[in-house]
């Protein structure tokens, strides 16, 4: 349990464990309350035992605390995730813990390699959660400022055909 770290980064995992518990329907509407016992047995039958008192510290409103490394390791395993997703989310790791910082002499052409590199090494792995999470990392450390490569890579929406009505249609004779 960690409640040094700065508030802004305790509210930020707390909001994000929220969603993941309503997302997986540990949430009541009425009573405005997550079912914290129910996700607490959750945790055991996935084999990461987390103990409602913890639990209810990392969701409390005022002065929320973060896990630990290893708790964090264990909602991993139960929400599924690659641990390394909840490390990022709980600010245990940022993007410069896994890419170090660029020197200022390093010309932008290395950079251009670096993703090179990562994306085909990406691409020689599959479909590996991991690897997807710190390539996502490296690219927001190393985008510059202003930069449209996140909005280059979003697919283009296809516009949508609309049905034609029979009276549309035109008889050929």
Avoid at 74 to 82: D, G, S, T
Wanted: glycine share 4%.
């Amino acid at each position: 349990m960690n409640n040094k770290v700065d508030l802004k980064t305790r509210l930020r995992f707390r909001d994000w464990l929220r969603n993941e518990l309503r997302d997986l329907d540990f949430y009541q509407r009425r009573g405005d309350h997550y079912l914290i016992r129910e996700f607490a047995k959750y945790c055991i039958e996935h084999h990461a035992p987390i103990d409602e008192a913890s639990l209810g510290r990392y969701l409390r409103d005022d002065e929320p605390v973060l896990p630990t490394p290893e708790r964090c390791r264990a909602l991993a395993r139960v929400f599924e995730y690659a641990p390394v997703k909840v490390l990022i989310e709980a600010g245990y790791l940022e993007g410069n813990d896994l890419f170090p910082a660029l020197p200022k002499e390093e010309a932008a052409a290395k950079v251009g390699e670096r993703r090179e590199i990562a994306a085909e090494a990406a691409q020689q792995a599959g479909n590996v959660e991991p690897l997807k999470i710190i390539i996502d990392l490296m690219e927001q450390t190393y985008a510059p400022q202003g930069s449209t490569v996140s909005r280059a890579k979003q697919p283009v929406k296809q516009p949508v055909k609309q049905p034609v009505k029979q009276q549309d249609k035109v008889k050929a004779k």
